[in-house]
Nanobody, 117 residues
Framework: QVQLVESGGGLVQPGGSLRLSCTAS????????MGWYRQTPGKQRELVAT???????NYADSVKGRFTISRDNVKNTAYLQMNSLKPEDTAVYYC???????????WGQGTQVTVSS
């Protein structure tokens, strides 16, 4: 059974930084691809960034240049370094994984990120 456990959310002022972590357990084939999505009330969940086991990355335009996704394949952990945070980055951030970018079907429980002064 695949389990994704997120940590690192919280309250930060505009312009600040946070780092999210997502540790995966279970079949290694279930987290070849990992990523982060976010969701605010009343809106659809949106892609933030993805990364494959071979370190290929992809970002939403809204976070390019500010967020960096990375992973440690030994620790089975993905990270999302978020810099220059804006109030519009406020959301619940979900870790996501799967055997490929096209089949990312596993989800974490979500962690709240609030950007406010």
């Amino acid at each position: 059974q695949v389990q994704l456990v997120e940590s690192g959310g919280g309250l930060v002022q505009p312009g600040g930084s946070l780092r999210l972590s997502c540790t995966a357990s279970g079949s290694i084939f279930s987290f070849v691809a990992m990523g982060w999505y976010r969701q605010t009330p009343g809106k659809q969940r949106e892609l933030v960034a993805t990364i494959t086991r071979s370190m290929n990355t992809n970002y939403a335009d809204s976070v390019k240049g500010r967020f960096t996704i990375s992973r440690d394949n030994v620790k089975n952990t993905a990270y999302l370094q978020m810099n220059s945070l804006k109030p519009e980055d406020t959301a619940v951030y979900y870790c996501n994984s799967g055997p490929s970018i096209a089949t990312m079907v596993y989800w974490g429980q979500g962690t709240q990120v609030t950007v406010s002064s």
